[in-house]
């Protein structure tokens, strides 16, 4: 079976949280990992990542508030404060210390759990994320609130597919299968949520202060041509260069694929995570 032909897997579960209800699927068994998912998809972003990973660990695909059969969102829809749902969901769940996975959206997120609630983090995976975008990337972003307001759901998945694959993935047999898994991933619905959480966690906003607070072991994931969040920014970004020197125990990999490396490369991703995961140290 191909990679985009993996399916999604695992039980669906509601949680009562602190700060309402939270939904999961959980999957596989062993040491726990939970992902945080980018900004529009939900808890279906790692439907081909975390098959792969389930042989090894018990996974936990979160649905942020907003997301799927998660409580409406209630709050600021910034890193910190969906960190906080993060931290109530890990303490729901009594699992603490945990390994944790965030991507793009997700991993801003996840630098914010990872400062504001050390005690809850084992080892920290943080991909295709950095600690602040430049402005190219800033106004890459306001293509796709653009082309979601004035071309709906069709030009807005044009644009970003365009903008998030490799070029090398365009001439792949498996282009169409990997494109639908990426389209079911982004929920019905969901572009207004969508730009919502786009400006609420990206304009404006910068971890760099919250970097050296993060004293979980961190590996960095990032793409060589991820231009939505590229691995080295212009000088009014902060990437992988900064932030490794910016996090106390830090190293990184960059990996051949687009911003949506999750979808053109989970093998390659989950080979990453789960030798760093399992490193002894």
């Not at 980018?38 to 018990?58: I, S, Y």
């Not at 079911?184 to 607070?213: C, H, I, M, W, Y």
Request: one cysteine or more; a negative charge; aromatic letters at 6%.
């Amino acid at each position: 079976m191909s990679e985009a032909g993996v399916t999604t897997v695992g039980e669906q579960r509601l949680l009562e949280t602190s700060r309402g209800t939270i939904a999961i699927r959980v999957a596989g068994s062993g040491p726990r990992l939970l992902q945080v998912h980018g900004v529009g998809t939900g808890h279906r972003n790692f439907d081909l990542l975390t098959p792969l990973l389930a042989t090894d660990f018990e996974v936990f695909d979160i649905d942020l508030p907003g997301y799927g059969d998660s409580s409406p969102v209630q709050h600021a829809r910034d890193p910190g404060s969906y960190a906080a749902d993060t931290a109530a969901l890990i303490k729901a769940l009594d699992c603490g210390p945990i390994h944790v996975h965030g991507t793009s959206m997700g991993g801003r997120i996840a630098m914010a759990l990872a400062a504001e609630y050390p005690a809850l983090i084992q080892r920290l995976i943080i991909s295709l994320a950095i600690a602040r975008l430049d402005r190219a990337a800033l106004i890459m972003r306001q293509t796709w609130i653009t082309a979601a307001r004035n071309g709906g759901a069709e030009a807005f998945l044009e644009l970003v597919m365009l903008q998030g694959f490799s070029r090398a993935f365009w001439d792949r047999d498996d282009t169409n299968q990997v494109m639908a898994a990426f389209e079911r991933s982004f929920q019905p619905g969901s572009l207004e949520g969508f730009g919502k959480d786009v400006k609420g966690t990206s304009q404006g906003v910068d971890l760099s202060n919250a970097l050296p607070g993060i004293k979980a072991e961190t590996l960095l994931i990032g793409a060589d041509e991820d231009i939505m969040n590229p691995v080295n920014p212009s000088a009014s970004g902060v990437g992988f260069e900064q932030m490794l020197k910016m996090i106390p125990s830090a190293e990184c990999c960059v990996l051949a694929g687009g911003h949506f490396l999750l979808y053109e490369q989970p093998a390659l991703v989950a080979d990453e995570i789960r030798e760093y995961l399992l490193r002894e140290r």
